[in-house]
């Protein structure tokens, strides 16, 4: 009986599987030794070792999109975070990483829920809940900016009618204005007056055209919206240091 399980362990212990499941273990914490150094590429090239030796490691996958955000890959972390999906029992982490992606990707509905989750499972988690926040609120601004550009097109429209009306005005008033300084100068001529031709009337300068102040309108638009841009930029930066790490 004792022989026949030495024999069974011995042949679980060279079972293919097992050895390949260490041999993940390995390069994961080769991994994690090179992530801990801040060396994100070869952290990466690890986990993606683990992954060739065992596609569904939790621990390379998650990883794996920690090194590639630390690198500024968002579309490969959001990639390595979206397989989780589907998945049972899934860490706070997972979701609150899940919404860190999306935060960076501007992708405000996702982040919005991934935040959610990551709450329902950890509420005490106050960077989860400042991060949820400002999620919530980006997605407004975004949606309200969506919604006021189809009215901007119109309203664009109906500034040009305007300013074509208000040419079609000038035009007009010029020509009633040429037409009764020919008038004046066939009676000055009449008259016999002394041949002086009377001062034309000079333009006001001050007068600032229709177009013109469409223009000022619109650069001080531009100004507004680069220093809204510069503010989200900030906030995003700040928010890239809070990334959740776990010990697998």
Known sequence: MKAKILALLMLVLLDPLVLLAQADRHDV???????????WKEAELSYRKALVKDSLSAAARYN????????????????????????ENLSSDIYYNSGDVALQLKDYAAAVEAFKQSLLLNPGDLDAKENYIYAKKMLENQQNQQQGGGGGQNDQNDQDDQNNQDGQNDQND???????????????????DDGQEPPQ????????????????????????????DKVDREKAAALKSRQKEKNW
């Open 64 to 87: 794996l999109a920690s090194a590639l955000y630390r690198q500024e890959n968002y579309e490969g972390a959001r990639e390595m975070m979206g397989s989780f999906e589907g998945q």
């Open 174 to 192: 010029q020509d009633g204005q040429n037409d009764q300084n020919d008038q004046n100068n066939q009676d000055d001529s009449q008259d016999g």
């Open 29 to 39: 914490r080769q991994g994690n030794r090179r992530f801990g150094r801040e060396d």
């Open 201 to 228: 009337n000079q333009p006001d300068e001050s007068r600032i055209s229709p177009r013109q102040a469409e223009q000022m309108l619109n650069a001080m638009q531009a100004r507004e919206q680069q220093t809204r």
